[in-house]
């Protein structure tokens, strides 16, 4: 069974900046953020397969960055110009394979964390 971790959350002022970090025991090729505010559904934030693809939500192009680095199985999240409608639970996931296409589709992810709290205040 893969372990998800994500580390990094925390509270920050907004047009802060934060960043998130998510360690996968196992090869998975196929790495995302995803967000859920209270009383909202869960919504894509970021995936990632490899280092060469990469999709982000329309809310967050410009601002953030989603990076991954294979060796070490590790995904990063660096938020930056944070608002207070990014506040949020953010889960990572990961999976062995997906396709390019997909990366911001939950279902092209098997394993998930437990999530880490980002809270920007205005």
């Known amino acids: 069974q893969v372990q998800v971790v994500e580390s990094g959350g925390g509270s920050v002022q907004a047009g802060g900046s934060l960043r998130l970090s998510c360690a996968s025991s196992g090869y998975t090729v196929c790495m995302g953020w995803f967000r859920q505010a209270p009383g909202k559904e869960r919504e894509a934030v970021a995936g990632?397969?490899?280092?060469?693809?990469?999709a982000y939500a329309d809310s967050v192009k410009g601002r953030f960055t989603i990076s991954k680095d294979d060796a070490s199985d590790t995904l990063h999240l660096q938020m930056n110009s944070l608002k207070p409608e990014d506040t949020a639970m953010y889960y990572c996931a990961a999976s062995y394979g997906c396709s390019t296409s997909y990366l911001l589709q939950e279902d092209e992810y098997r394993y998930w964390g437990q999530g880490t709290q980002v809270t920007v205040s205005s």
């Open positions: 990632a397969m490899g280092d060469e693809h990469t």
